[in-house]
């Protein structure tokens, strides 16, 4: 078919390369079914009549075709990179756009913090307000242990409250002691047990903790669990040693009792002051308490100088027990404990000696003390 070769062929390589390759199968396509329509349409041949071709009429008829089948491709994707050597156009009057950084936040300084248990005791201070640890005793001789304890808790402790034997050794104390009063949360209590030390010589130590009316034990530390406790040596009550020439034995001597300077009973008001070498009262010498009521109204003993003062207990201590007693200026709330009860003192000339509180009139709080002073042995 010449006239196809001369006008078709020309046309149809022409529209080949204005198309991207991937469209090369629809224009195929479209080529096989344009030829089978053109052939069907063809009159029969005859040796009188040559068929004449319309090119211009074919290339617009497959222009169209393949027209149509492209519309049925997708989009051709185009190329937005921008070419090595071409530079972006910045229009000067536009600002750069910035991209915020996104930063974290300080933490905050309000954390919520755990709340504190109903139940748990801290250290006073001291927490041994008699019986410091290691102290030494006589065999079987009584004395009273006494802990300075805080109420770090949230509930009050009240005379259902007791301090409960827990472990070790409990040198002849009863096992629960109950408190005296309230304790509400913050404030400070001195717990007295009364003891007695075994009679063979030894190191021994008595924990202990508290329990409430549910019979929950607690003490002290940060989770409210250690106990607190009685450490003491029992030591010689006589020392025997071998004569080397017979090998008899002999007692050692037992030393001079010491000798006692002052002793007797003092009725003290609020704003009295003693002299403890000579019990002389608001003799304006050498005094070395003073009785003072604080602005919250409990009622003091208060050291003055050089004097120090401790409880010691219900039982009555010996010059030795005064001695090694944990002495401090720290005052005392008469308050706090009942008749009978025993302080230790070092006059502000350092003569040892024992104060009981023999009555606390609750109508004008005269307070009435016996006590004892003794000469540096």
């Known amino acids: 078919m010449p006239g196809m070769e001369k006008g078709i062929l020309p046309a149809i390589k022409a529209l080949m390369q204005s198309y991207q390759p991937h469209q090369l199968r629809f224009f195929s396509l479209a080529m096989l079914l344009m030829l089978g329509l053109t052939m069907c349409n063809m009159p029969g041949r005859s040796s009188e009549t040559t068929p004449t071709l319309d090119v211009t009429q074919a290339y617009q008829t497959v222009e169209a075709k393949l027209t149509e089948a492209t519309t049925l491709l997708p989009p051709t994707p185009q190329d937005t990179a921008t070419p090595s050597n071409s530079s972006p156009t910045v229009s000067p009057n536009t600002a750069p756009a910035i991209t915020p950084t996104a930063t974290s936040a300080p933490p905050s300084t309000n954390q ?182 604080d602005p919250e109204g409990k009622h003091l003993l208060m050291p003055l100088e050089s004097a120090q003062i401790v409880v010691f207990g219900s039982n009555q201590p010996n010059i030795s027990n005064c001695q090694q007693a944990a002495l401090s200026s720290t005052p005392v709330g008469v308050d706090d404990f009942p008749a009978g009860t025993y302080l230790c003192y070092r006059t502000g000339q350092g003569l040892p000696g024992w104060a009981r509180i023999t009555s606390l009139n609750i109508d004008n709080y005269e307070l009435e003390l016996s006590l004892l002073t003794w000469s540096q042995p």
């Open 112 to 293: 919520p913090t755990a709340s504190r248990p109903c139940d748990q005791a801290g250290a006073g201070n001291p927490i041994d307000v008699t019986i410091p640890d290691d102290t030494a005793i006589l065999p079987n001789q009584a004395f009273t242990k006494i802990w300075r304890l805080e109420n770090v808790g949230t509930c009050t402790w009240t005379k259902d409250y007791t301090v409960t034997f827990f472990s070790g050794e409990q040198m002849g104390a009863p096992a629960n002691v109950n408190l005296r009063g309230d304790v509400a949360p913050g404030q400070t209590v001195d717990i007295a047990v009364d003891m007695t030390a075994p009679k063979e010589p030894g190191k021994y130590q008595g924990n202990w903790k508290l329990k409430n009316p549910s019979n929950v034990l607690f003490g002290i530390g940060p989770s409210g669990g250690a106990p607190f406790w009685v450490r003491i040596t029992v030591a010689e009550g006589s020392t025997v040693s071998p004569t080397a020439s017979t090998g008899t034995p002999t007692l050692t001597a037992s030393p001079t009792p010491p000798t006692v300077v002052a002793s007797g009973s003092v009725r003290l008001v609020p704003g009295s002051r003693i002299d403890l070498d000579t019990l002389a009262v608001n003799s304006g010498e050498k005094e070395d308490l003073s009785y003072e009521t």
